[in-house]
């Protein structure tokens, strides 16, 4: 009888532990993907400051043309990223996901004579493409 109490204690000490641990490592990984993130997140603002001032000081300059080709570089590279969401079939897609998409379509539309980078041509004509 006493070794069934003991066998209960010990089940009991180590069920306490696991689920311990699974609380603590849930706490770290918690803080340490906040943490990430969070990083991804004032990098990617940097990133955006950096390239809206470079804009602002091609327009400065003049530099009409070279600004449009960087805008429109920087559209192709958002809507690459978005091919990820096409590809992912939402069943009910995010209208403002969709409204993004219809302006490039039509501002394509109206002046064609963008070119877009080989690497991301397919990703970029499937994104388009996803809004009929």
């Known amino acids: 009888m006493k070794k069934n ?3 209960i204690a010990q089940f009991v000490v180590v069920l306490f532990i696991f689920f311990l641990g699974v ?4 706490h770290h990984t918690t803080h340490r993907l906040n943490s990430y993130y969070s990083t991804v997140l004032y990098l990617s603002a940097a990133t955006g400051i950096n390239t809206k001032v470079n804009l602002l000081e091609l327009l ?6 070279t600004t ?8 192709d590279a958002d809507l690459a990223y978005l091919a990820l969401y096409v590809d992912k079939k939402p069943e009910e897609p995010d209208k403002d996901i969709l409204e993004a998409i219809k302006k490039v379509k039509k501002y394509r539309e109206h002046y064609p004579a963008h070119s ?3 690497v991301i041509e397919k990703s970029v004509i499937k994104t388009i493409d996803y809004v009929k």
Do not use: H, P, S, T
């Not at 609380?23 to 849930?26: D, Q, S, T």
């Open 116 to 118: 877009i980078n080989n």
């Open 68 to 75: 449009r080709k960087r805008l429109e570089a920087l559209i």
């Open 5 to 7: 109490y003991r066998l």
């Open 60 to 65: 400065q300059k003049g530099d009409v043309m």
């Open 23 to 26: 609380r603590i490592g849930k």
